[in-house]
């Protein structure tokens, strides 16, 4: 009996990830084609484009030697994100509500904060040839400085990230903290249960408040435009992934997609009380959580420039009182 | 260097950018030195897409030499043309016939317009604001597409040859009719895209008080064009070009030499072209198109500086047995360079590129000497 629910308990999580996963392939191509190309009047990629046909050309390339002082570590970081937001997304399904440990909103968080983490690690390990390596005679006769250290622009990517961990990313952590103060438990099984009793966190004046912060950390934390400081185009280029190619380009480009659907799941948790698993036609509420959260976030960056520090620290400020005041809301 | 930051400062980061760098249309390296990403000082170099091409022009027959300069820069081809022709004529006093002059300016103001256009779209893809650059391309798609309804081509037309344009550019009514038709679209559609980008709280937050040049340091630095313009300078080739004459058109400048400044600057400048071009669609003369009755004799160094889209463009040549002599071409950018090193300064490095695009660079066409470096 015991070995039954096991299996099927295993089974339900596998198959839960599973088409979790493929829907998440193609939010990419949604976002591009039906929100960005339609706002920008052009036609736009096929839909299976971003998220399924580009990784696949990308598995069959042939890798090009990375620029790394440690280039096994920063191969291995795509994959160690990968793993992580399979590990959020396996903590949110029922089944893991009997393992404590793992379906609470710390365990979240911690997972949330090792994907930040790898785009610090990223930035750092990334030696690409856009800036210190270009051969270019720089230190000629005529050079008002010689004497200067040298830094990769990569380096400004990680020294962003790093800052985004530290105030950045507040906005979503605050949010995330907000239905714990309604439900008065980290525990996901007790947070589902207190909204399936009561109605769900998100429509209380709380929970809305929360859910306009938690979109804002949701952009924050995918850097999308405004927010992709880490990648903006105009100085770091692509800043951590810089040097990802091939097969290892191909999993950044999954994980982005995932970590989409994955972060949209998180909120039909914590703010409607709906955990993703096949067994339940509730999964239908977590896709279309995370395509109204594609849709909105496609329409938000289609329509703003990359946010500078000048921008970002009070929008950021904004946000995290946002937060407070919905935690504070919650807790009276 | 100058008064925003002591020459005595100790720099502790440099940030190397290009010479290949997404955010740049043209190969340059910039390095940026830094602290706590404020830029302190900036260093711009060109000088990897030299082509030699006053070289070039050496001993060459003057026609073949003047289409030769059209290669210089593919966003005013039309412009290099023009004044390479105007170095010539004003050398041998050949008379150009009234249409050629109308025919000529049809075509600088649409250079002009979609060259602005041009920075329109490259600034907000620098701002990554892809929306806003995607609506100007399809505006300068406009002007791209009667510039090679006149001169055969999307660039490079070759309208200009000496004594007027070539036959093949001149413009017959449905021609004049479609021009009319366009510049119509173009100017709603510039008005609107003019209204919802200035009307944007968040791009202007990102472009307000960026990439200041005060007045003095663009004139200590002889910046020209709209870039010159913009801090506030009403200084336009235009108003002492005979071409001109008889036009009515504004200078049009901005106060306070930001990117602000320089993109307004463009948008209004475009509205003066497109006033240009109506009163040349509607005054045009009819007649000949080319003089060719003009004899070719030896000169002294001929000279010509016209109003071109990013500012004063400058060409020189003599004549000898009708081939060209001691050829020299001072595009704008070369000029401006300056102005592009002291923009960025006091900004934040993600503001860095956007300070340089500001003013207009077109670095490629300004190679004009190369070292080789023997190790």
Known sequence: ?332 | MDEKVPRSKIIETEIPMGTVHPAALEPYRVRLFVEDEIVQEAEITIGVNHRGIERIMEGLPVEKANSLTEKICGICSNAHIWNSCRTAEMGLGIEIPERALYIRIIMGELERLHSHFLYLAHGCEVLAHETFSMRVFYLREIVMELLAMIGGNRVQYGCSVLGGVRPRCDLDESKLLRLKEDMDKVEEGLTDFANRFTSDSIVMSRISGIGVLPQKQALKLAVTGPTLRATGVARDLRTTMFEYDNFDFNVVTQPDGDVKSNLLIRALESFESIKIIRQAIVNIPEGKVVNRDWEMFDTGINESYIEVPRGTLYHSYALESGRVRHSIIRTPSMSNIGAMQYACIGDQITDAQLSIVQCDPCFTCSDRTIEIIRR
């Open chain 1, 1 to 332: 009996m015991f070995e039954n629910t096991l299996i099927n308990s295993i089974l339900a999580v596998i198959g839960t990830v599973l088409v979790c996963f493929l829907i998440s392939t193609l939010l990419p191509g949604i976002e591009r084609k039906y929100i960005h190309a339609r706002i920008q009047q052009r036609i736009g990629p096929v839909v299976m484009a971003p998220g399924i046909m580009a990784p696949i050309k990308f598995m069959f390339k042939e890798n090009v030697e990375i620029s790394s002082p440690v280039p096994g570590l920063y191969k291995s970081l795509p994959i160690i994100c990968f793993i992580v937001v399979l590990c959020v997304l396996i903590a949110l399904t029922p089944q893991a509500y009997q393992f404590p440990a793992l379906a609470s909103l710390v365990a979240v968080v911690g997972f949330l904060k090792v994907e930040e983490i790898c785009y610090v690690l990223m930035g750092a390990l990334s030696k690409s040839v856009m800036s210190v390596r270009m051969p270019f005679p720089d230190q000629v006769k005529g050079a008002a400085h010689l004497k200067t250290t040298k830094s990769f622009i990569e380096d400004i990517s990680a020294k962003r990230s790093l800052r985004m961990i530290t105030y950045g990313s507040f906005p979503l952590y605050m949010a995330l903290f907000a239905p714990v103060t309604a439900a008065g438990s980290i525990f996901l099984s007790d947070i589902v249960a207190y909204q399936q009793a009561n109605g769900p966190f998100l429509f209380t004046v709380s929970g809305a408040i929360a859910a306009i912060v938690f979109f804002i950390g949701y952009m924050i934390i995918l850097n999308e435009y405004p927010f992709s400081i880490i990648k903006a185009k105009s100085d770091v280029i692509e800043g951590p992934y810089m040097e990802y190619a091939a097969k290892y380009r191909a999993v950044v480009y999954i994980t982005r997609g995932f970590f989409m659907f994955v972060l949209g799941a998180i909120f039909s948790v914590l703010f409607i009380g709906v955990p993703p698993t096949i067994l339940s036609w509730g999964i239908l509420v977590n896709i279309a959580v995370a395509l109204i959260f594609v849709f909105m976030m496609g329409i938000f960056s289609a329509f703003s420039p990359v946010f500078t520090n000048r921008q970002l620290l009070p929008t950021i400020l904004g946000a995290t009182l946002l937060g407070i005041l919905s935690i504070v809301l919650g807790l009276l």
